[in-house]
């Protein structure tokens, strides 16, 4: 089955960097786009970014353009999401997903904190 399991969230101050990591099995890893998506407190989940199978060609919301970079390594069936100038509005809980057919797939989620 499928399974996507994120890492790398944290506490960071202004300005800083930190590196999302989403570990995918359970389906041909390769042959499908993966997206970020992220959901603050008492805000509705929104997309961040993604990625097609080939890592070809990557698109991102305009909130992050400039300051994030989503790629992916198809030999170890990861995705990651590099975040650069992180600002306090970048807090939130961000999640992995997988569109597969008609249905989604999402991880658990790891929180990014971004305070002083």
């Known amino acids: 089955q499928v399974q996507l399991v994120e890492s790398g969230g944290g506490l960071v101050q202004p300005g800083g960097s930190l590196r999302l990591s989403c570990a995918a099995s359970?389906?041909?890893?390769?042959?499908?786009?993966m997206s970020w998506y992220r959901q603050a407190p008492g805000k509705e989940r929104e997309w961040v970014a993604d990625?097609?199978?080939?890592?070809?060609?990557?698109n991102y919301a305009d909130s992050v353009k400039g300051r994030f970079t989503i790629s992916r390594d198809n030999a170890k069936n990861t995705v990651n999401l590099q975040m650069n100038s992180l600002k306090p509005e970048d807090t939130a809980v961000y999640y992995c997903?997988?569109?597969?057919?008609?249905?989604?797939?999402w991880g658990q989620g790891t929180q990014v904190t971004v305070s002083s």
């Open positions: 997903r997988l569109q597969k057919g008609f249905s989604p797939y």
């Open positions: 359970g389906f041909t890893f390769s042959t499908y786009t």
């Open positions: 990625i097609t199978g080939s890592g070809g060609k990557t």
